[in-house]
């Protein structure tokens, strides 16, 4: 079966600090990969997906950026963390194939970051 | 533009009594529509999905959703709730954006009272 592992779960950092939340795909071969963040328990906002290796589209301007070294790999990352980079991000993966719209996402268990 | 509204930001129902969670959606073309779940401090968890066929669709944990095209609603519901469906509910619509994005709604608290 399919798993999706997400560490760290907790995370404060200090302003200006670098990050990295990791994503791992565990069962499936070419997933979808996407990072979500959600802001004060509520909304979500899609950041990033990625269909391929090194293949990664941007939904919003933003101070993080993304990266897919390998097929079931997925890495956020900031060079300088803000303020308003603390939230609780959410990484998911879909399967590769399905059509448009009809694959459901599969979540992980998130990652809590606070800038302090 | 594919949006997908939850007009309630908590709904409260007494244990064992019916509850439904209201969705209307916006879309352009035929609606891939999608109800999650959220226990606090954990990922979301697919319940249930439609796309194509009966507009009563059947999804984990007793739920179900009834697609209504002329509302353009998929109201989330349950004949009986159980103190334990308390969580962050969650319609999303297919955004029509790269590989299976989807737009969410900003989420329902469900607080079901003993």
């Known amino acids: 079966s399919q798993t999706i592992h997400q560490w760290p779960a907790t995370l404060v950092q200090p302003v200006g600090s670098p990050l990295s939340l990791e994503c791992t795909v565990e069962?499936?071969?070419?997933?979808?990969l996407y990072w979500y963040r959600q802001a004060a328990g509520r909304g979500l906002q899609l950041l990033f997906y990625?269909?391929?290796?090194?293949?990664i589209s941007s939904e919003v301007p933003q101070n993080l950026s993304a990266s897919r070294p390998q097929d079931r790999q997925f890495i956020l990352s900031s060079k300088k963390l803000l303020l308003s980079d603390s939230g609780f991000y959410l990484c998911a993966w879909s399967a590769w194939g399905k059509a448009r719209g009809s694959g459901e996402l599969f979540f992980g268990e998130g990652s809590r970051l606070t800038v302090l | 533009a594919q949006s997908v509204a939850q007009p309630e930001d908590q709904v409260n129902v007494a244990e064992g009594n019916p509850l439904t969670v209201k969705c209307t959606y916006s879309?352009?073309?035929?609606?891939?529509l999608f109800w999650y779940v959220q226990y606090p401090n954990r990922g979301l968890q697919f319940l249930l999905k439609?796309?194509?066929?009966?507009?009563l669709v059947k999804g984990s944990y007793g739920f179900e959703a009834e697609f209504n095209k002329s509302q353009t609603s998929f109201h989330l519901k349950k004949p009986s709730a159980l103190v334990s469906d308390s969580a962050l509910y969650f319609c999303?619509?297919?955004?029509?954006?790269?590989?299976?994005?989807?737009?969410f709604g900003k989420g329902t608290h469900l607080i079901i009272q003993p």
């Open positions: 439609y796309i194509t066929g009966d507009n």
């Open positions: 990625s269909v391929g290796i090194g293949q």
């Open positions: 879309v352009s073309g035929n609606p891939y």
């Open positions: 999303a619509v297919y955004s029509g954006g790269g590989a299976d994005g989807l737009t």
């Open positions: 069962g499936t071969s070419n997933p979808n």
